[in-house]
């Protein structure tokens, strides 16, 4: 190790020249993901929601902040909105269809869609094992849907965007393709567009971020039953697709966060007591920005398979499987 190398936090955790697609990238943690790439350098995000007046009001607020950077110098936006079902194949076909003939590639892609299904959060409250069955079995019909869009999709979308995953290896100098040998990197020549240079440093690999949930490990009931399936069950997958595609150098990661503003959580309090939630606060786009400019920056090129959990502390004060 070469200990007198400069160590320099603005180059380790930049998102500079990435291509990245996220789902759910109009609302919520997806939105604010967005907000902290585009404010540090990416090159273009493609957000995918099914509600396009959702996706043009969140273009509009990520281009009108005052820290947002310079419009791109191309004829092509930054932030490109585009409608998408993600339970949907042929949707979904479409989509990257899209990215395709724009970028040609993905460098991250960013499995954040979710809903929240049926609710079963008065279960406690029940005096009569009748009771209980009525809230178990209450809503039966959204676990179809809910199952389709947090778990499902998790497969649908990475699968069909590998081709541009592995088009993102190719532009870096990455060998293409199934190695069971380390794989070898040639820096490419690139001249014209400062974006599209490889620094000498840098060895990231296309990469997969699946936003779970720490209801994906957490055994009290505290929203609901498809809801916290659905999420253990994502982030079960992103573990998965580590290993299945460690030979085609392609990454995967998880993020379970705890308590975030979110359509999902409007009518949940802002502040908690420590036995609820130790850091007292619900987390914040300063929370969720450092973990994802960490995980898609240089200074995240190391982590593969891993689950990051952003949850001030929640899953250490409830049983949980973590």
Known sequence: M???????PSNLFS???????????????GLEIAAALHQNGAK??????????VLDSAVKTLTSSPAAPPAASDDVATIVPVPCDITSPDSIKAAVAKVETTDGFVDVLVNSAGVIGPKHSDFYEQDSVEGL???MLRDWNLWETTMATNTSSVIGVSAAFLPLLEAANRRRGWEAGKLT???TQTLPEKEGDPQAKVDEDDQRLA????????GSF???????????ASKAAAAHLGKM?????????????????????????????????PNELPAGRMGNELDIASLILFLVGKGGAYINGTVQVTDGGRLGVFPSTY
């Open 44 to 53: 273009r995000i493609y957000l995918l929601g099914r509600r396009r007046e």
């Open 241 to 273: 697709m580590a290993t299945m595609f460690a030979e085609w150098g392609i990454r995967s990661n998880v993020v379970a966060p705890g308590p975030y503003p979110s359509d999902m959580t409007t009518k949940m309090a802002r502040a908690f007591p």
């Open 218 to 228: 957490m055994r009290k009931l505290t929203a609901g039953l498809a809801y916290n």
């Open 181 to 183: 040998r380390a794989r």
């Open 15 to 29: 998102a500079n020249g990435l291509v990245v697609a996220i789902t759910g990238g109009g609302s919520g943690i």
């Open 2 to 8: 070469d200990f007198h190398r400069p160590i320099n």
């Open 207 to 214: 990469h997969i971020i699946t936003i779970a949930s720490v």
């Open 133 to 135: 069955r009525d809230v």
